[in-house]
């Protein structure tokens, strides 16, 4: 199946700092990346839809400015936590279609956890 | 506004019983059902894909069901083992989402004894 790629796995920063993720298509294009969050003992959330060459699409009550988004190319999409706090500390998880597009199977990144302290 | 609820939230079962998770959804108009696993810290696994058409798919130990108009799903899996403890999620894919986000359920914490 279709490989996508999450790094880092685990990261730990500083309040008021930013952090980047970055998940990576690795044997297959991905025009879509969702970025998904994850709370102790909650399910996943959407919290945006990246897509290669335009802006990103938003969830309701997620902020933009906060959670910058780039899909650079085909194969990157990025997510950046701008000026972290402990509230943002989660497990934050990439997806992508599988090559038969969004119908399909989709394929999850390996997830990262972020703790902000 | 599409919710997945899944049933129960946690199950423990000693090695070799066959065992039942489930899944209901609120809005039928789904393109297809999807079953994970997720081990503790990790990424999601996808266990099972059942297109709206289909009415179940099979995977080695592994059987998922699908009735759409009742809002339904089941993943069976048969003669169980300790490497299954993991955290089983379902979700959807629906007609009206753009792009196809899954709606997932809040998962079922599977726990099997040796």
């Known amino acids: 199946g279709a490989v996508v790629s999450q790094h880092p796995s685990r990261v730990i920063c500083k309040s008021g700092t930013s952090v980047k993720i970055e998940c990576r298509s690795l044997?297959?294009?991905?025009?879509?990346m969702f970025w998904y969050r994850q709370f102790p003992k909650q399910s996943l959330m959407l919290m945006a839809t990246?897509?290669?060459?335009?802006?990103?699409?938003?969830e309701q009550g997620v902020e933009k400015d906060k959670f910058l988004i780039n899909h650079a190319s085909l194969t990157l999409s990025t997510l950046t936590v701008t000026s972290a706090h402990p509230e943002d500390s989660s497990f934050y998880i990439c997806?992508?279609?599988?090559?038969?597009?969004?119908?399909?199977?989709?394929?999850f990144g390996q997830g990262t956890r972020l703790t902000v302290v | 506004k599409q919710e997945v609820t899944q049933i129960p939230a946690a199950l423990s079962v000693p090695e070799g019983e066959n065992l039942v998770l489930n899944c209901s959804f609120t809005d039928s108009a789904i393109y297809n059902l999807q079953w994970f696993r997720q081990d503790p810290g990790k990424g999601l696994t996808s266990l099972l894909l059942?297109?709206?058409?289909?009415r179940e798919q099979t995977s080695g130990r592994l059987n998922a069901s699908l009735d759409k108009s009742s809002g339904r799903s089941t993943l069976y899996i048969a003669a169980s083992q300790p490497g299954d403890s993991a955290t089983y999620l379902c979700?959807?894919?629906?007609?009206?989402?753009?792009?196809?986000?899954?709606?997932f359920g809040q998962g079922t914490e599977l726990s099997v004894k040796p």
């Open positions: 044997d297959f294009q991905a025009t879509t």
């Open positions: 979700a959807v894919t629906g007609v009206s989402n753009q792009g196809g986000k899954l709606i």
């Open positions: 059942i297109q709206s058409s289909q």
């Open positions: 997806s992508a279609p599988g090559q038969g597009g969004w119908k399909t199977e989709a394929f």
């Open positions: 990246s897509n290669e060459g335009s802006k990103a699409t938003y």
